[in-house]
Nanobody, 115 residues
Framework: QVQIVESGGGLVQPGGSLRLSCTVS????????MGWYRQAPGKQREAVAS???????NYADFVLGRFTISRDNAKNVVYLQINNLKPEDTAVYYC?????????WGQGTQVTVSS
């Protein structure tokens, strides 16, 4: 059973930055494609970014160059750097290995953007 722990969220002002981290248990992390998702209050969970086992990345259109996904296979961690945060980025952010169906989810990390 894969275990997922997200961290790095918090309360930030508009225009600020955060780096979210996601640690995944197990020895197969380097073979996973990993995805970041977010869920705002009253909305469905949506895909934000993904990274393959070989480092190819893909982003949702709304990211507009503000988000960067990366991974450290030696640490079993995937990161999401978010710059120029906007109030509409407020959500719980989740990550998951995309090789599983249904995907396993952690508890998420809350990002709140407010002045």
């Amino acid at each position: 059973q894969v275990q997922i722990v997200e961290s790095g969220g918090g309360l930030v002002q508009p225009g600020g930055s955060l780096r979210l981290s996601c640690t995944v248990s197990g020895s197969s992390f380097s073979s996973y494609s990993m995805g970041w998702y977010r869920q705002a209050p009253g909305k469905q969970r949506e895909a934000v970014a993904s990274i393959t086992s070989t480092g190819n990345t893909n982003y949702a259109d709304f990211v507009l160059g503000r988000f960067t996904i990366s991974r450290d296979n030696a640490k079993n961690v995937v990161y999401l750097q978010i710059n120029n945060l906007k109030p509409e980025d407020t959500a719980v952010y989740y990550c998951t290995p995309m090789n599983y169906y249904p995907p396993p989810w952690g508890q998420g990390t809350q990002v709140t953007v407010s002045s």
